[in-house]
């Protein structure tokens, strides 16, 4: 079954033309104006919906809202003239999905139009798997809606049942902390036995008793017996996090108890057995400390049965303004202040700023907006230091020096989709092929305009 698509434009030339382009992959309706659009949205299950902006007198915008209020809302992607990008920014803060620019390139608005079918899938995977995890305990919850993070959360659905040892890799601040208590919280093992250990806040020593525990008497010091944290952890999950910094004597114990379920307190021979489900996390590739020298190769193995890779969030910028959005919210009610939108300006900072301290810096970065904003809306420069340089706001004629837009800064749609594949491409170690990956286009399409523009 194709999927259902709604293309609403006042031009009948261009609904048309849209509609012979697209009906091989899409079950399309069409609409001329807002009236005829909702009728349309009410009475049939329609999953997409690309509409103009300007639809004669009536707004594109208020048939977005419109619809996107509706119980079963479909995915909305606009339409504007080429150099209105700052109502394409409007529209996406109000819920459209993503924006295509006049005059239209329908390879491009296919692509992006397929995408949006898988983005609605996910979102309703979504919205089912923090139900579960609401129903089951309150913990933050894990957002995002692009393919990366698609992957993640199937990944979590998939594993979080079994007793699989999962081993979480990722930059600082890109959620595997989330991700551990979601798989905990969805493991069906008992909410309150999730067992936390920071390896590299420890001594050797240290962390090797605080694992397994001692015997009284096993070192200087151990005047008691001490249960460690895997025996606290038992029927329950252990979290390891940053398990690259572990050294190499706890390392073998901690294989042992991968590979036979059994410890051994220190100072003692007795042999312990312990039902634990094992999740470590990493901000190094633990591939390459084993090719250092620095990891076991065969604690790798068994740390990596499944392992998932949380992406950075520079290469996943469609779930920027989600996360932000949700950030907002939580601060505003955190500190009993009323939900304001961004600026444009700041959203375009927000959408072109490079995270690397991933959403955690974007998380800080909202906090800090809402706190000192007394405007009606959070604006540039509420934000922190670090985003001003990042971009202009639109009309300020002035460019900053740090500015890493190249041509106008304001909304220019060339300058920011050379910065999203520089970005990609960078974050691909300069391979083109993971590179159009990550920007969600072909490999072709990436090297057309690599041809085109080069960076
Ligand atoms: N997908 C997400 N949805 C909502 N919040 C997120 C998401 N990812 C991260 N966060 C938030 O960002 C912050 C950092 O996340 P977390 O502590 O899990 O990162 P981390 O990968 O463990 O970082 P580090 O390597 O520095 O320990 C937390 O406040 C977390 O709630
Ligand atoms: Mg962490």
Not at 218 to 235: L, N, V
């Amino acid at each position: 079954m194709l999927p259902t698509l709604l293309i609403v434009d006042d031009e009948r030339a261009t609904r048309e033309g849209l509609r012979s382009a697209l009906e091989d992959e899409f079950d399309v309706y069409t609409a001329g104006g807002t009236a005829e659009a909702l009728k349309i949205l009410k009475s049939e299950p329609i999953a997409l919906l690309l509409t103009d902006l300007r639809l004669g007198a009536d707004s594109g915008m208020d048939l977005l809202d419109a619809a996107l209020a509706l119980p079963d809302a479909p995915v909305a992607v606009m339409m504007t003239a080429y150099g209105s990008v700052d109502t394409a920014v409007e529209a996406m803060r109000r819920g459209a999905w993503h924006f295509v620019t006049k005059p239209l390139n329908l390879d491009e608005v296919e692509m992006l139009l397929k995408r949006a079918v898988h983005s609605r899938s996910v979102e309703s995977e979504n919205r089912q798997l923090t139900r579960q995890v609401q129903q089951s305990h309150k913990i933050e919850r894990l957002i995002g809606k692009s393919p990366a993070m698609t992957q993640v959360f199937d990944l979590i659905q998939q594993v979080a049942p079994t007793r699989a040892t999962v081993l979480i890799e990722g930059e600082s601040g890109t959620g595997k902390e989330v991700v551990a208590h979601t798989l905990h919280h969805l493991s069906g093992r008992p909410v309150a036995k999730l067992v936390m250990v920071h390896c590299a806040a420890l001594s050797p020593q240290l962390l090797e008793s605080e694992l397994f525990g001692h015997e009284k008497g096993a070192f200087t010091g151990a005047a008691q017996r001490r249960i460690g944290r895997f025996e606290q952890a038992d029927g329950g999950t252990i979290f390891l996090d940053e398990i690259g910094e572990i050294d190499a004597s706890t390392q073998v114990k901690l294989l042992r108890v991968l590979s036979e379920r059994t410890l051994e307190r220190v100072g003692s021979n007795t042999p312990i057995k312990v039902d634990v489900r094992v999740i470590a996390a990493t901000n190094k590739s633990l591939r390459a400390l084993v090719d250092a020298g620095s990891f076991r190769e065969d604690l790798f193995f068994r740390l990596n049965v499944v392992r998932i890779q949380m992406p950075p969030l520079r290469s996943r910028r469609e779930d920027i303004v989600l996360l932000a959005n949700c950030f907002l919210q939580e601060f505003a009610k955190d500190n009993q202040r009323p939900v304001k939108p961004l600026s444009d300006a700041a959203l375009h900072a927000l959408l072109t700023y490079a995270w690397p301290g991933n959403v955690r810096e974007l998380r800080t970065a909202i906090e800090h907006g809402v706190v000192m904003s007394n405007d009606p809306v959070i604006d540039i420069r509420h934000l922190p230091q670090f985003l001003l340089g990042n971009a202009t706001a639109p009309g300020d004629s002035a460019p900053s020096a740090k500015n890493n837009l190249e041509s106008p800064p304001d909304f220019n749609l060339h300058a920011l989709e050379a910065n999203a594949i520089g970005s990609a491409l960078a974050a691909a170690k300069g391979n083109r092929t993971h590179a159009a990956e990550l920007l969600g286009v072909s490999r072709r399409t990436l090297q057309r305009k690599l041809k085109d523009s080069p960076l």
